[in-house]
């Protein structure tokens, strides 16, 4: 198979990857320095995302001075009125910031000599002055977020709605296989991967698993977590400092996140036949060869992040095995609405299920799940989707 080498947990390199801005990426060494590649703009793509990583720091505290600015603007009469000391809010803040910062350096280390540094007076090895673009800023900040979904006990109920449904299913789809069919290997294919959790869940139930993601603050921060933690609860991360829009109270975006919530490799070696790897690129470009191969797609959160969701369904038809599974949830929030420059194929689920049909599936479950999608619990505003859940055998 071609684009397939399942060594364990390992993320992989291809040589065409795409990230959402629709940027072209080259090969991507591991992930990126010792690329052989010379495409200069590979290259400078993937030393953007990572500045996004080592400039966090200096980014979230012009937020903070922000934030001081106008609490110290407003009269004394309104800050006496106020029951909490924003100053504290502010020494907060620059601590999570930091605790925040140390996280990101630990993924972001293996990629320090794509930078000029140099020694301060004091000895610091700092990193040339970094210019970030605004939406790797926010990209980065909804990725240290993410982490609550994938990676912490305060994110197990978002699991529960989204992923259960899927291992669920699985699980019975493949409750007559034998010992050996698990020894031989059933694989499973996670496109848009996220920060893996999903995948790392299939792989627990004996699947040789794969995710497929192609952007880089994705790729770099799962690596992290799923190479480098050797127990549960091993980091904390504050993820909810970055707003303070919708709280009940002043102490939530200051609330530690204790990350992973289990220990990866001993819950992976309860199940001999499991594995995991993960595949950078894009979606169609990467699979599009590797035709009846997949015993099992899944998709989550997914099918929306198509320019042309037709293209991403005869991806799916060509690649997956006849009898082949495919389960899906997720809502039709199409990504590209309405962005310049790109196209947005935009089909309501109707039409899309009789599109499915027409390659070659037969739908054997239709329903709805109502389900949030990276929120936190205990927030003011919860943002419900009522996801279409399906399950459909490749005839
Ligand atoms: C909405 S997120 C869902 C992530 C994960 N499945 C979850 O449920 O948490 C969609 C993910 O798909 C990735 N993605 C979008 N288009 C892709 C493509 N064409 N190829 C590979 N990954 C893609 C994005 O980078 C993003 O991580």
Not at 79 to 93: A, G, P, V, W
Request: charged content about 25%.
């Amino acid at each position: 198979m071609e684009n397939n080498d399942n060594n364990s947990n390992n993320i992989k390199s291809k040589n065409e990857t795409e990230e959402e801005d629709n940027e072209l990426h080259e090969t991507i060494g591991p992930i990126g320095l010792n690329s052989s590649s010379n495409d200069i703009e590979e290259f400078n793509h993937l030393k953007n995302i990572v500045s996004s990583f080592f400039n966090y720091q200096v980014d979230s505290l012009r937020e903070v001075s922000r934030i001081e600015r106008d609490f110290s603007s407003i009269p004394l009469k309104y800050k006496e009125r106020m029951s909490f000391n924003y100053q504290t809010r502010i020494e907060k803040l620059k601590s999570a910031i930091w605790e925040n910062y140390k996280f990101f350096l630990k993924i972001a280390e293996p990629y320090k000599e794509m930078f000029k540094s140099f020694k301060s007076s004091t000895g610091e090895i700092l990193i040339e002055p970094l210019f970030v673009k605004p939406k790797n800023i926010i990209k980065l900040r909804s990725t240290l977020k993410l982490f609550i979904r994938d990676w912490s006990k305060e994110g197990l109920f978002e699991r529960k709605k989204t992923y259960d449904p899927i291992l669920t299913e699985l699980k019975t789809y493949f409750s007559n296989k034998s010992e050996k069919d698990f020894e031989k290997g059933i694989y499973i294919l996670n496109p848009g991967a996220g920060l893996g959790r999903l995948m790392y869940e299939i792989a627990k139930l004996g699947f040789k698993s794969q995710g497929n993601e192609f952007s880089y603050h994705m790729l770099l921060s799962s690596n992290y977590i799923l190479n480098n933690t050797t127990k549960e609860n091993e980091f904390f991360i504050q993820p909810l400092i970055h707003s303070f829009s919708n709280l009940i109270n002043e102490e939530i975006p200051f609330k530690k996140i204790y990350i992973p919530d289990e220990c990866l490799s001993d819950n992976l070696i309860k199940n001999k036949y499991g594995e995991m790897s993960m595949v950078a690129g894009e979606f169609i470009r990467v699979y599009k060869k590797n035709i009846n191969f997949w015993d099992g797609i899944v998709t989550c959160f997914f099918l929306d992040t198509a320019n042309n969701v037709i293209e991403y369904i005869e991806t799916i038809s060509e690649i997956i095995k006849t009898n082949g599974i495919w389960i899906n949830i997720g809502p039709l929030l199409y990504h590209y609405t309405e962005m310049e420059n790109e196209i947005s194929i935009e089909l309501s689920w109707d039409e899309i299920k009789k599109i499915i049909i027409g390659y070659g599936f037969e739908i054997k479950k239709e329903e709805y799940i109502k389900t949030t999608y990276s929120s936190y619990e205990e927030s003011l505003m919860q943002t419900v989707y009522n996801c279409i859940f399906f399950v459909a055998i490749k005839k």
